[in-house]
Structure formats: structure tokens, C-alpha cells
């Protein structure tokens, strides 16, 4: 392994459609960083924490099933993930691992953008996983209100 590379991966399952190798590996290339950047297929939590530490990754981003479930892996956790209880990003740093849940901004910027000075009186997630805590997080921090949560064929009020 080379040690001057800095290895990073999305882990999911299943995770053959993420673009993130293409996106993130753009940026690196373009900061000129010498990097791998891996999609990891894991079973669960402990299978991608045992890859994380084999292949000494120093960041991996997490996406379903695992938003939620990832929390527990962590050392350290950012405010956001404490309150949505999922993250997206895990950051290792001599060995402390860190959880962030960077989907909120990620939702909640370009909406912002997309409504400018507009604001819809209503909202509807569909699915109730990590990815869809953060879109109500969002939301609320726009105070966009009522959101209502679609759930399969039941729907709720949040």
C-alpha cells in the first residue's frame, strides 16, 4: 500500500449506482491529490468498519442502510448527527472516529437557492430512513411547514 495515498470510499448496499467515486474523484484529481476512492459493498456496520481499518481509509461516506446505523461506529459526533440520529460522512483521525451528517446543507442549500424568495406552504418525504431525517431537518430550518411523511402507504404530519 502506498502511504503516501489517501484513501477514501462510500459504503452502502447496494452502492454499484453511487457517483461519488466520479464526483469526489474529479475534485481530488483536480487538487492534485494522490487518492483512491472505493464503493464499498458492506453486509453491515462491523464489515465496513473492519475494510475501513484494512485499507486504512481516512473518510468514507455512508449511505443506505446504513445512515442510521453508523452512529454507533462513531467516536465523536456533530451536532446535526446527534439530532438526526444518522450520518452521512465518517472522518478518521488517528483512530477517533468522527460522524457528520453533511445532507442537511446539502438539501437545505440549493433548495434555498431553488425557492429564492418563494416558499412553498407544504412539503412530502417519501421514505424514512437517514436521508430523509436530514430532509426534515432541513425543512424545519427553513420553517416550511406542514411537512408530511410518506411512509409506504401510510402518511404522517411532522
Do not use: C, W
Not at 78 to 102: M, R
Amino acid at each position: 500500500m502506498n502511504t503516501d495515498q489517501l484513501n477514501f470510499g462510500v459504503a452502502g448496499n447496494p452502492i454499484s449506482h453511487s457517483l461519488s467515486p466520479l464526483l469526489f474523484g474529479k475534485y481530488m484529481e483536480n487538487q492534485d491529490l494522490n487518492f483512491s476512492y472505493s464503493r464499498i459493498l458492506g453486509r453491515s456496520t462491523s464489515e465496513i468498519l473492519r475494510i475501513i481499518a484494512a485499507f486504512d481509509i481516512r473518510a468514507i461516506n455512508i449511505t443506505s442502510p446504513f445512515k442510521e446505523a453508523v452512529i454507533e461506529l462513531a467516536d465523536e459526533l456533530s451536532p446535526y448527527s446527534i439530532e438526526t440520529g444518522a450520518a452521512n460522512t465518517l472522518i478518521i483521525k488517528k483512530q477517533i472516529k468522527s460522524a457528520f451528517n453533511t445532507d442537511i446543507s446539502g438539501i437545505q442549500i440549493p433548495l434555498t437557492k431553488a425557492l429564492q424568495d418563494s416558499k412553498p406552504f407544504s412539503a412530502l418525504i417519501i421514505g424514512a430512513g437517514g436521508a430523509a431525517k436530514a430532509a426534515i431537518k432541513a425543512l424545519k430550518n427553513m420553517n416550511i411547514s406542514p411537512v408530511l411523511l410518506q411512509t409506504g402507504p401510510k402518511q404522517k404530519q411532522i
